[in-house]
């Protein structure tokens, strides 16, 4: 997986940073996917700057409707049905964003000429396409906030083909069988499980991508050993009362996050349009003295996962 930054701007759009949107590029050699988290004002102007292109998406979650998370998203759909695109979409978001894509849409007298569904979602599983499966967590903030957590569901371990062939099994349907931990019966009477032939399963990745919030208890389970945390971190730690009173985090509290839940690494993002790049490099610097695995969000920045 690849995590491409459109956004990161908190609130308002800068010269350097675009508000909230971030895509996701799952990269898998059978079931690829496009994925988009948030979808700020601009979003589409700043697909247009990246090898993406809207009629690859095919899921889009929203973690809250603040508009700054949300104002890309009329435009973004309107286009891409201009775009003559009919592939289906998926949107997950919060009570209330049924609402607003149909109002948007029929005010303006726009429509979509592909299958779009709406889930408006609450605390829980929310997708699981056998591969990877996506959970909400609830989060603090003046409106209803989600986190969203993604899980790879783990490989299963490669099979042991030289020790099979020397116990005697030609490769063909046997081999699948016991791919798949089946235990079978050979000619001969003897049987093997599979289990014993497979190694380890490899764990999928995990990578969690935060709405806007000041710390709460479900943020410790939402970014729980992941191997990439997201987070705010709209402002100093000297302002930490202010984020806090407004729902949002400090520089400090996503460090402190990231080393209380074992995060293989953290990027902070959302930050504040007070921080111009002198000041962003500040913010970068308090997060590394806490959590020395941290980078800083910049708008097209490309991260692997």
């Not at 591969?131 to 371990?157: F, M, N, Q, S, W």
């Not at 990231?258 to 997060?287: F, M, P, W």
């Not at 806490?290 to 996962?305: G, N, P, R």
Request: proline share 5%.
């Amino acid at each position: 997986m690849e995590l491409i930054f459109l956004g990161t701007s908190a609130g308002v759009p800068t010269r350097a940073r675009n508000v909230t949107a971030m895509l996701l590029n799952l990269q898998h050699p059978t079931r690829a996917g496009l994925w988009l988290f948030d979808c700020g004002e601009g979003t589409q102007h700043q697909m247009l700057r990246t090898a993406f292109h809207p009629g690859k998406l095919d899921k889009i979650f929203i973690t809250h409707l603040h508009g700054d998370h949300l104002f890309g998203l009329p435009g973004l759909l309107c286009s891409r049905s201009m775009a003559g695109n009919v592939q289906p979409l998926d949107i997950y978001g919060p009570q209330g964003i049924r609402e607003f894509v149909e109002t948007t849409l029929r005010l303006s007298g726009s429509w979509t000429d592909y299958p779009l569904t709406i889930h408006e979602i609450t605390a829980g599983l929310v997708v699981d396409d056998g591969l990877r499966k996506v959970t909400a967590y609830p989060l603090a903030h003046p409106v209803e906030c989600y986190g969203y957590r993604i899980e790879e569901h783990d490989k299963p371990g490669t099979l042991d083909a030289a020790a099979l062939v020397a116990a005697g099994v030609a490769p063909g349907p046997l081999f699948q069988k016991l791919k798949a931990g089946e235990t079978v019966t050979l000619e001969d009477g003897r049987t093997l499980r599979g289990t014993d032939y497979l190694a380890p399963a490899e764990p999928g990745k995990k990578l969690a991508i935060f709405g806007d919030t000041s710390p709460c208890p479900a943020s410790l389970e939402l970014a729980h050993g992941v191997d990439l945390l997201v987070h705010e971190a709209t402002l100093e730690s000297a302002m930490e009362e202010k984020a806090n009173s407004r729902g949002h985090s400090s520089t400090r509290q996503a460090a402190q996050l990231a080393l209380n839940t074992g995060a293989g690494r953290l990027v902070i993002t959302h930050l504040s349009s007070r921080y111009d790049e002198k000041g962003s490099q500040a913010v970068l610097a308090e997060c590394q003295a806490l959590f020395a695995q941290t980078t800083l969000a910049e708008d097209f920045a490309l991260v692997h996962i």
